[in-house]
């Protein structure tokens, strides 16, 4: 690791909070208030998928703490699969949805570039790390502490931007083989 480098606790580098809690009663078949759940965030490409989308009353209040950030990342908190706990998705855009309580949001403070954080969490090191942390039966819950608790190697921004460069190049010519 390079002199100006750092190892970092995503705790120290990243606010972390769990998604809304709502009721069935709350739910309707459509309105403008779109709730993203675990089954938003696609296991294998770590991308946001809006294929099956949650519908709150209209008049359901939802505060902004709890409405998607551009440039944060989706978490899963809780499920049934193990495979599915900590799968993570970039949020690359302004979207007018909220988030539900069995997913979270990472926003990244100033000292880490969110698609470096991304590339953090979509690695094997952060999936092992993951796994090791789950001993539910039914349903498997990774806790914020163990979440922030994760360590990041952290060189400064312009050496962050080059490294996401760089994968991105690298994930790119992949996707193009495949």
């Known amino acids: 690791m390079k002199n ?11 606010d972390v909070q769990r998604g809304l809690t709502y009721s069935r009663k709350d739910a309707v078949e459509f309105s403008d208030n779109i709730v993203l759940r675990a089954t938003n965030i696609n296991l294998e490409n770590s991308n946001l998928d809006f294929t099956e989308l949650k519908y709150l009353r209209n008049d359901f209040q939802i505060k902004e703490k709890y409405r998607l950030r551009r440039n944060s990342l989706l978490i899963c908190f809780s499920s049934g699969s193990k495979k599915h706990l900590g799968k993570i998705a970039l949020i690359d ?17 100033k000292e880490i570039f969110s698609k470096y954080l991304f590339y953090n969490l979509i690695s094997t090191s952060y999936k092992k790390y993951i796994i ?11 806790k914020i502490k ?13 050496e962050q931007k080059r490294i996401v460069a760089n994968l991105d190049k690298a994930f790119s010519a992949i996707d193009k083989e495949k």
């Open 146 to 158: 163990d979440l922030n608790a994760f360590q990041i190697p952290l060189p400064p921004i312009p």
């Open 132 to 142: 090791e942390l789950t001993d539910g039966i039914n349903i498997n819950n990774l």
């Open 93 to 109: 855009d302004n979207y007018n949805h909220s988030f539900g309580g069995f997913i979270g949001q990472i926003t990244p403070k």
């Open 4 to 14: 100006n480098w750092e190892i970092k606790k995503l705790g120290e580098v990243c």
